[in-house]
């Protein structure tokens, strides 16, 4: 992540929780972050009150208020793991219209060829081949995939 965070850019984070990742985001532009839990937002703005950033309350999908190719860098942990084929699927068109050209966008998402994803019934159905497929046939080009790191998922970077 941190070879992508450059103090002229805009970034974007899905599902920032407790903002385990988002502290090293903090060095963009502008930075928005988005969730679909209002509560965890509130608690996120305690913690980090900086200039530039921005808490938006989801749907689940979308990005509202986002305005359309504004965003650098796209980020997502632990949030993908948990959500359905025809969910990513829709959050992937959505995305399309806010990422500039040539934006990166890094998501880690649940890999059931891995047996700790297996044995985790909260992970959703997804691998490397349905990831990459969704990716491709949303228009997006495959850039990196990182498919040994972690033991209960998989990442993939890709651009528009
Ligand atoms: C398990 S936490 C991960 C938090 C953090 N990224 C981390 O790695 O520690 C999942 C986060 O995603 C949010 N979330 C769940 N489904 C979501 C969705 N469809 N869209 C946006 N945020 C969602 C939850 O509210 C929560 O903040």
Redesign the pocket.
Known sequence: MLAYVRPEDTALE?????G??TRYLLDFKKLYV????VE?LTELKKKFCKPGMEFIK?N??DFPGIPERSIDYLFS???FM??DAP?IEIYLANMKKILKPGANAVIQYSDKTKIMAQLNENFSENTPDKMRTMVLNAGYTIREEDLTTMWHSSVIRFTI
Do not use: P, Q, S
């Open positions: 899905i599902g920032a929780g407790g385990r990742w988005v969730d679909y839990h965890l989801n689940g999908t942990f632990g949030t948990h959500l969910i």
